[in-house]
């Protein structure tokens, strides 16, 4: 009995050593943890939650132990839906249906704006279930990610001047044209008045045909103003088939000027998705033109590029192909990194910003030699996607 005795009073000591340690642990650590029980009441929290509390005027008998924490969200938030989706993700925990559940909130004052990271984690131990609660505050890594944002928006910009500075000599043909054709329709109206030979059908076909001249040429440089403009990424319900077409109505001029081909393989019936139009389209653009570059060395009547899209695997696939040389099988990768470049006069960075920018989408952008082509390949994902 003696020798029980000692050995209960040991794994007792031990048992108080453990809990002590724990504690330590629990008080060093940085984020806000609560250890709550299947009925949803705080069973202990570490120090820096009663920090917290204390520093926001928070009543312990509602925040810390004893409390319930379900009933504590409700009073804490005027957001109903955010407060119903966080209770129903605790009980899945709670009762063993999940494994962890993870959201982030907002915290604003009159003083500064933060955000916070929400976990919590199953616990099991002897057929008994709690979780682990942890408030990580993540302002700085949403300020980080800002910049982030905000550096590949410059980046971004700059890529779209450098494609804009690629084809400005075709825009400009493409403007020339219509506005010398509009001034001719113009020259013969007011002959025909000055000669008495007034004819109100033909004034009228005449002045139409300027007017559609005039249109074209307007929607050119609303292209062209959209494609430059320094604009903050915004998404918004996209045709993709109908932005690839407007891509290859921009560069007509540069296909007919290398004498290269152009083949469309464009779905009529894709679902459209959330995306950067501009952006997209600065991805295609860059396509495109690596495409035209890449056969200068082929005879003419082998240039060619195949624009495509469809759906694959809940995607929006677009591929750009062309019947170029290819890039050499060493190189692989690193097409995509930046300040590569196998083109003399080159920056390397039209692939690094159209991959990043394909990324920001949910998707991907790969590269490959396929039939003695060279295809690039992009993935939208369909996420609420619609139809029109």
């Known amino acids: ?23 330590s642990m629990l008080d060093s650590l940085a984020a806000h943890i609560a250890l709550i029980g299947e009925d949803g009441r705080i069973l202990t929290v570490n120090r820096t939650w009663r920090d917290f509390a204390d520093a ?17 969200c409700r009073t804490d938030s005027t957001d109903g839906d955010f407060v119903r989706g966080v209770k129903a993700g605790l009980r899945d925990v709670l009762s063993g249906r999940r494994d962890s559940f993870l959201t982030a909130y907002s915290c604003h004052s009159s003083k500064r704006s933060r955000w916070f990271e929400m976990c919590a984690n199953l616990c099991r131990a002897d057929g008994a279930r709690w979780a682990v609660i942890a408030h990580q505050d993540i302002t700085e890594r949403f300020a980080a990610q800002d910049r982030l ?39 013969g109206c ?25 249109h074209q040429a307007g929607e050119t440089t609303r292209r062209l103003r959209h494609l430059i403009k320094k604009t903050p990424p915004h998404n918004s319900s996209i045709d993709v088939s109908a932005a690839v077409r407007e891509v290859l109505d921009l560069l007509r001029y540069e296909f007919d000027s290398r004498g290269a081909e152009v083949r469309t393989e464009l779905s009529h019936d894709l679902p459209w998705i959330p995306a950067d139009r501009v952006r997209l389209q600065q991805v295609l653009m860059n396509l495109i033109l690596n495409a035209l570059a890449a056969m200068e060395s082929c005879a ?10 469809e759906v694959s695997d809940r995607c929006v696939v677009v591929s750009v192909r062309d019947t170029g040389p290819g890039f050499p099988f060493e190189v692989g990768e690193r097409i995509f990194e930046a300040f590569f470049t ?47």
Do not use: W
Request: glycine residues 10%.
């Open 300 to 309: 003419e009547d082998r240039r060619r590029v195949t624009v495509a899209t």
């Open 1 to 23: 009995m003696a020798g029980k005795g000692r050995t209960f009073v040991e794994t007792d000591q031990e048992v108080g050593e453990s809990a002590r340690l724990l504690r």
């Open 149 to 187: 944002r905000q550096r590949d928006a410059e980046l971004a910009h700059v890529g779209r001047l450098a494609v804009t500075a690629e084809i400005v000599s075709g825009i400009t043909h493409e403007l020339n044209q219509p506005l010398a054709s509009i001034v001719n329709y113009c020259d």
């Open 190 to 214: 007011i002959e025909r008045m000055r000669s008495g030979r007034l004819n109100a059908d033909g004034m009228a076909d005449a002045l139409r045909r300027a007017r559609d001249l005039a």
């Open 56 to 72: 926001h005027g928070l009543r312990m008998a509602d925040h810390g132990v004893g409390a319930n924490y379900l009933d504590a």
């Open 342 to 388: 196998t083109k003399a006069d080159g920056l390397g960075m039209g692939l690094p910003v159209s991959r990043s920018i394909v990324e920001e989408h949910g998707g991907t952008l790969t590269a490959a030699r396929d039939g003695g082509e060279t295809v690039f390949r992009f993935t939208l994902p369909l996420h609420a996607c619609t139809r029109r």
